[in-house]
Every structure is written in structure tokens, then in C-alpha cells.
């Protein structure tokens, strides 16, 4: 297993799927525009170093990962997930401390979706991460997002992720 980094959205070719994009494939579900998101957002942010996209593989296929946000306003675990085969055998753990360790803050902001809330409480909770919001109606009409060591900011105007 490896637990590596990527820094900017050029990758080597023997990993095309390293920047990311096919990371976040699937996840539109939960979060309407992700991949305008990740485009517009995170690909920037990886080249001039906001950003950090954290994976864990093994040799053939993804493990678990994270992007992460770094402003001076802000420290945002912005996307964690474990592959649910390999839930429960710290993976999550390792991209949590790897996190922590990047965005160089005890308690960074994390959202998590109502639908999976309990697959994360144990790992919050264990880590020391303080529910402070409930955001019904945040990126999704009828839908709540958990908000954990911080709020997020008023209403969005549609389905723009942060």
C-alpha cells in the first residue's frame, strides 16, 4: 500500500487517473457539479499549492483519498473516502492524519452527506472532530450536510462547491 500526493494536475502518464477527475466519477449523486467543481477548483489549486490531493493504493487500484483545501481562511478536508472493502482497516486513519499533517490544523472543517454519516461517526468522533452545523438544503434541496469544526458560509446560489 501507498499513500502519496498529488501537487499539481500534470501527472505522470502511468498514472492518468492520478489528477483526480476519475476519483470523483460517481460522486455527482451527493454533490451536483463536482466535476465543474474539481475543474474550476481543485486542478487550480493544485498548481499553485491550495490544494493536495492525498491517495492510498495498493498495487492496482485505489484505496481511499482525500483533497484538501489550505487557504489562510481556511482548512477543509474537502473530500474523504475509503473504498468500502477497506473500510475498518485504517485507511481512513491514515488519510486523516496525512490531512492534519498537510493543513498543518488540529481540526480541519469537514462536510459529510446525510446518507453517510454513520459510516463516518466513529472516525470523527475518535479524531476529535466537533459537529457545529446541520446545512439542510445546502448543496442539495431536501438534504442535509454535517458540518464538523466550522460552519459553512451562507447560502449557495445552486450547486457551487467550494
Known amino acids: 500500500m501507498h499513500l502519496h500526493h498529488v501537487d499539481s494536475a500534470p501527472v505522470a502518464p502511468a498514472r492518468p487517473d492520478s489528477n483526480g477527475l476519475s476519483l470523483i466519477s460517481g460522486f455527482d449523486a451527493l454533490y451536483p457539479d463536482i466535476e465543474h467543481w474539481f475543474a474550476s477548483k481543485v486542478a487550480p489549486g493544485l498548481s499553485d499549492g491550495s490544494r493536495r490531493l492525498l491517495i492510498e493504493r495498493d498495487l492496482d487500484s485505489v484505496r481511499g483519498f482525500a483533497i484538501l483545501k489550505k487557504e489562510a481562511h481556511e482548512r477543509k478536508i ?63 434541496l431536501g438534504r442535509c450536510e454535517y458540518v464538523f469544526n466550522g460552519r459553512l458560509p451562507g447560502p449557495l446560489d445552486g450547486a457551487i462547491m467550494q
Open 78 to 140: 474537502c473530500t474523504l473516502w475509503v473504498r468500502p472493502d477497506q473500510r475498518r482497516r485504517g485507511v481512513g486513519q491514515r488519510l486523516i492524519d496525512e490531512s492534519i499533517a498537510w493543513l498543518e490544523c488540529e481540526k480541519p472543517m469537514l462536510t459529510v452527506p446525510e446518507e453517510a454519516i454513520l459510516d463516518f461517526w466513529g472516525l470523527l468522533t475518535r479524531n476529535g472532530f466537533e459537529l457545529r452545523q446541520r446545512a439542510v438544503n445546502y448543496y442539495r
